[in-house]
Each structure stands twice: as C-alpha cells, then as structure tokens.
C-alpha cells in the first residue's frame, strides 16, 4: 500500500489547513489509519487515528476540538481538517497505517505500532 499525503503549507497562528492521504489500495488486514506528526527537535507523535472497522477516531490531547480525522466513502482517502492552528502544530506530518492487532485503544496512537508510512506533508504556522 501507497500512501501520499498533500495539504500541508504556511497558515497563520488561527487558520485552516486540510490534509490529505491517499492509499492506493486498502486491504483488508488494515486495523487503522493514523495522521502522526514530527516537530523539529521532537519524537514523532500520535495525532488522530481513524479504525478501519467501524470508523471509531482517537486524538492527541493537543488537538482535541480543533482536529478532525475522517475519510471518503470510497475509504481510500483519509483527511485530516485542522481548526484554529498553532504556532505549536508546526510540523511534518505523515500518514500510516497499522496492521497489528491491539488488545487496548491506548496504543492506536503510538507511531511505533505503524508499519506502513507515506512521506511527509509540511505544516507551518506562524505566529
């Protein structure tokens, strides 16, 4: 599976970006898809994820309220609306999905259970 995500660019502190990511296929052994970011200087983290099977999403803390994670009826596309943007949301951001099976929704969020990413989309937000 491909994945390409698109959107991203320069916004000011308060402003709106939608990201993109297109799968070219999405198979069945897909348990979710996840938008992760990386800040320069940081660990790449959990942003909002989006369960394959019955559509359940899962946000960071950070951007709860202001993120909305959700996809296309054809379910190849998953986007990521983001909402009144901070100069803090300044990052990488990547999309991926994970394969492996997790007993506990606390881990839908940890980038290291993610084993299939596409490259990066960059989202700069001014202050």
């Known amino acids: 599976v491909q994945l390409q995500a698109s959107g991203g660019g320069l916004v000011q502190s308060g402003g709106s970006l939608r990201l993109s990511c297109l799968a070219s296929?999405?198979?069945?052994?897909?348990?979710?898809i996840g938008w992760f970011r990386r800040a320069p200087g940081k660990e790449r983290e959990g942003v909002a994820v989006?369960?394959?099977?019955?559509?359940?999403?899962y946000y960071a803390d950070s951007v709860k309220g202001r993120f909305t994670i959700s996809r296309d009826v054809a379910g190849n596309t998953v986007y990521l609306q983001m909402n009144n943007l901070k100069p803090e949301d300044t990052a990488v951001y990547h999309c991926?999905?994970?394969?492996?099976?997790?007993?506990?929704?606390?881990?839908?969020?940890?980038?290291?259970?993610?084993?299939?990413w596409g490259q990066g989309t960059q989202v700069t937000v001014s202050s």
């Open positions: 991926a999905t994970r394969h492996v099976a997790l007993s506990s929704t606390r881990y839908y969020l940890d980038p290291v259970l993610y084993d299939n």
């Open positions: 989006i369960s394959d099977s019955d559509g359940s999403t």
């Open positions: 296929e999405l198979t069945a052994d897909v348990r979710s």
